[in-house]
Antibody, heavy 122, light 106 residues
Framework: EVQLVESGGGLVQPGGSLRLSCAAS????????MSWVRQAPGKGLEWVSV???????YYADSVKGRFTISRHNSKNTLYLQMNSLRAEDTAVYYC????????????????WGQGTMVTVSS | EIVMTQSPATLSVSPGERATLSCRAS??????LAWYQQKPGQAPRLLIY???TRATGIPARFSGSGSGTEFTLTISSLQSEDFAVYYC????????FGQGTKLEIK
């Protein structure tokens, strides 16, 4: 079964750090384009970051310089290292697989995890 | 950044009737447009990609249309399980989502 399971969320103080994990099963993370998408409480969806199969990474302006996306190939796991956290980073964080249109590096998100909640508060 | 605007914010429709949801892009996104359904406490589910292609396992009552800046999601005959929040998303230039349309029972 194709599945994504996130972990690592929790309560952290402003300025603190947290690392989220996303374990995949049924497919290979390193052969796919993978993303993080977040959703603040009661709000809409916001794309955060993407890592392509070749290893290149991209970030939303709101997290650039503070967040780092990475993967561990042998563990088939995606990560999001979050530093210098702010109150506005409070959200449910989803990992998702990106299914790219032929010949492109962009597409829709076809597989989603259940999400992990990150709360930034003192 | 491409801004996606969905309308209406809330749509009240009776079961069995047709629902039409709109999504407008601030600049052309070609056909690089997806629709998602999200129920409370759940992750989003991909319904439509490429503006009009149904994702695997999505019932035929869901259809998408449009290109450029104007897009529509139509649900032909609403079932009880269809009442949810719907998001459009462009992937022509990075990734941005609309603010969502809540489809509620009339």
């Amino acid at each position: 079964e194709v599945q994504l399971v996130e972990s690592g969320g929790g309560l952290v103080q402003p300025g603190g750090s947290l690392r989220l994990s996303c374990a995949a099963s049924g497919f290979t993370v390193s052969s796919n384009y993978m993303s993080w998408v977040r959703q603040a409480p009661g709000k809409g969806l916001e794309w955060v970051s993407v890592i392509y199969s070749g290893g290149s990474t991209y970030y939303a302006d709101s997290v650039k310089g503070r967040f780092t996306i990475s993967r561990h190939n042998s563990k088939n796991t995606l990560y999001l290292q979050m530093n210098s956290l702010r109150a506005e980073d409070t959200a449910v964080y989803y990992c998702a697989r990106l299914v790219a249109a032929a010949g492109t590096k962009s597409g829709a998100f076809d597989i989603w995890g259940q999400g992990t909640m990150v709360t930034v508060s003192s | 950044e491409i801004v996606m605007t969905q309308s209406p914010a809330t749509l009240s429709v009776s079961p069995g009737e047709r629902a039409t949801l709109s999504c407008r892009a601030s600049q052309s996104v070609s056909s690089n447009l997806a629709w998602y359904q999200q129920k409370p406490g759940q992750a989003p589910r991909l319904l439509i990609y490429g503006a009009s292609t149904r994702a695997t396992g999505i019932p035929a009552r869901f259809s998408g249309s449009g290109s450029g800046t104007e897009f529509t999601l139509t649900i032909s005959s609403l079932q009880s399980e269809d009442f949810a929040v719907y998001y459009c998303q462009q992937y022509n230039n990075q990734y941005t989502f609309g603010q969502g349309t809540k489809l509620e029972i009339k």
